[in-house]
């Protein structure tokens, strides 16, 4: 462990347990995570009593039943998809194992707008896939062959599933890999095959994480709205986003938004309700790690190469088709200006939305850590839910809330100076770093709490027995010894930031693109050449997690 050296101070004074400051700060935080929910019911409440009607006979049954689709089909696909890689991973032993555990965490740093956008050309009708398909089938034009549109539910399902296996690859492999060897060989005693000790051990065993990867593939699928509209799904988030912008409805779109909201917390609610039963114990003093199984060379061969096709669709495919156009955009035309000012706008936002969500995630950590309890657990709680709700809602919420305050701030200075400040708030750029924030406060909290827990409290009472505060404690005991986990946790937040578009998508300024932003339009527009070098550089920032998971999931 670290050396901790406490600066010199006044004669030690007796311990004391911290006050109510560190709730009230807590409190605070949690305050201002939920306020966003409550603009949303407020602004859902401004709408007339008959919209409802009108969004219950037109709007809401198909977005529903394609969300419910789409929901179902991912579902399956990531449970499918994870739980298969992990188990390969996990119970053979073959050439390249090792390097397939980290590839097949790759996906991740794509986001679901940019798989969409980048099969959007590989598979068009005169794309190169197409193209070589016809010429090996003897076909000359699109006219006498073409392979189904990608441009379906059956294609949005597929490009979301092998972009959000990882969801499920990640807890269930580190499941598979804390399950007892002792309990795989007395099955293998009794006879039981490798496929059987599967279905009948492993698998069962593993269902809670299952369960959780699940849960979360899903709410990314909630929170998509580029590769759903791209690909012609009339999701309930799409539905949310024309309300809104095509049609100049907020009300509207707010009690959508509340109808998706109950979506979620359904997911939510069925994950722990699927597990409720779920108990895992083993004696870590008799148990034995799981051993993978040694497999023929040929065999081991089919089982990389099988290994490797989530990776290839999900990762290298998108990948190497936005490497190939980024370079001929650069050599046709370089770098354009504008791609500069993007960048500086996605660095900016994303730091400043990072830096923000970093010490606000600390202080709700460290206040649960000081009064350990219902209270402060409850509070911190409240602080992560807006990770749980999609970007499109978050962002009605943050805009009803803010645009109250720039109407509050406004008057004032109307009153008392006789200035109008305008849209302070929200031309300002922080209607979005609000938004990012609370949607990625979890992440925040959550990392920081778990390296707090690794900290001995031996050490806090050692400190206060020196006469250091709880802030000093924080400062020259906990900063120094928790560095690696929040910088593990800034990094995680910083990258969805810069991948994050419902929500920057709808409350950026005027005038102003990042990153996502700029791909997005340029797709919509069909101009995909355009922003493959905007998306280039977002999957080249993503990668950064993965490089991460990689590290801290490895085995030795």
């Not at 960048?343 to 900016?348: F, G, K, Q, R």
């Not at 009472?461 to 802030?471: D, I, K, P, V, Y």
């Not at 998508?505 to 791909?519: G, I, K, M, S």
């Amino acid at each position: 462990m670290d050396r901790v050296m406490f600066p010199s101070q006044a004669p030690a004074r007796s311990a004391k347990r911290p006050g109510s400051a560190w709730l009230a700060i807590a409190a605070t935080i949690a305050l201002i995570a939920i306020l966003p929910i409550g603009g949303l019911l407020f602004e859902a409440s401004m709408g007339s009593a008959g919209l409802w009607g009108h969004l219950f006979s037109t709007v809401l049954p198909v977005a529903l039943v394609d969300t419910v689709i789409l929901l179902a089909g991912v579902g399956v696909i990531t449970a499918v998809v994870g739980t298969t890689t992990a188990w390969l991973v996990t119970a053979y032993d073959f050439p390249g194992r090792r390097a397939l555990e980290w590839m097949l965490l790759l996906p991740l740093a794509v986001p679901t707008y940019i798989v969409a956008y980048a099969y959007l050309d590989i598979l068009h009708p005169i794309g190169p896939v197409q193209d070589a398909v016809r010429w090996l089938l003897g076909y000359e034009s699109p006219r006498q062959f073409r392979l189904p549109d990608v441009r379906s539910m059956a294609g949005c399902i597929l490009l979301l599933g092998i972009v959000l296996y990882p969801y499920v690859y990640i807890p269930t492999r580190a499941m598979f890999l804390t399950q007892s060897g002792n309990l795989v060989d007395a099955a293998r005693t009794l006879g039981t095959s490798r496929r059987a000790v599967f279905w009948q051990i492993a698998l069962p065993l593993a269902r809670p994480a299952v369960a959780v990867g699940i849960s979360l593939a899903l709410m990314e699928t909630l929170n998509d709205i580029g590769a759903a509209e791209f690909l012609g799904v009339r999701t309930i988030t799409v539905s949310i986003y024309t309300t809104w912008i095509t049609r100049s409805d907020l009300s509207g779109a707010a009690q959508i938004a509340l109808a998706l909201l109950l979506i979620v917390v359904a997911i939510v609610a069925v994950e722990r309700w699927a597990r409720r039963k779920q108990r895992y114990s083993i004696d870590v003093r008799r148990m034995r790690r799981f051993q993978p199984r040694r497999v023929s060379l040929p065999k081991g061969i089919l089982l990389f190469l099988g290994g490797l096709l989530p990776v290839i669709l999900g990762f290298a495919a998108p990948a190497l088709y936005l490497l190939i156009e980024a370079a001929k955009r650069y050599r046709f035309a370089g770098i354009s200006p504008r791609i500069i000012d993007e960048a500086v706008n996605t660095l900016v936002i994303a730091t400043l939305a990072t830096t923000a969500t970093v010490i606000l995630g600390l202080l709700a950590a460290y206040a649960t850590r000081l009064r350990p309890g219902q209270p402060s657990s409850w509070l911190l709680r409240c602080s992560t839910m807006g990770y749980a709700a999609p970007g499109t809602v978050v962002a009605i919420g943050v805009l009803t809330v803010l645009a109250g305050f720039d109407q509050f701030i406004d008057r004032a200075a109307l009153s008392l100076f006789g200035v109008s400040t305008g849209l302070l708030l929200m031309g300002s750029g922080a209607a979005v770093i609000y938004a990012l924030i609370v949607r990625f406060l979890a992440i925040s909290a959550g990392g920081i709490e778990a390296g707090l827990s690794r900290i001995s409290l031996s050490l806090d009472h050692a400190s206060r027995s020196l006469g250091q505060s709880t802030a000093g404690t924080l400062r020259y005991v906990h900063l120094p010894l928790s560095k690696a986990a929040i910088s593990a946790a800034a990094l995680l937040v910083f990258v969805d930031c810069v991948k994050e578009l419902p929500a920057t998508l709808l409350l950026r300024p005027l005038n102003v693109e990042t990153f996502a932003t700029h791909l997005y339009g340029e797709a919509a527009r069909g101009t995909y050449e355009e922003a493959s070098i905007a998306a280039l550089a977002i999957v080249l920032i993503g990668i950064l997690p993965a490089i991460l998971l990689s590290r801290i999931g490895r085995i030795r």
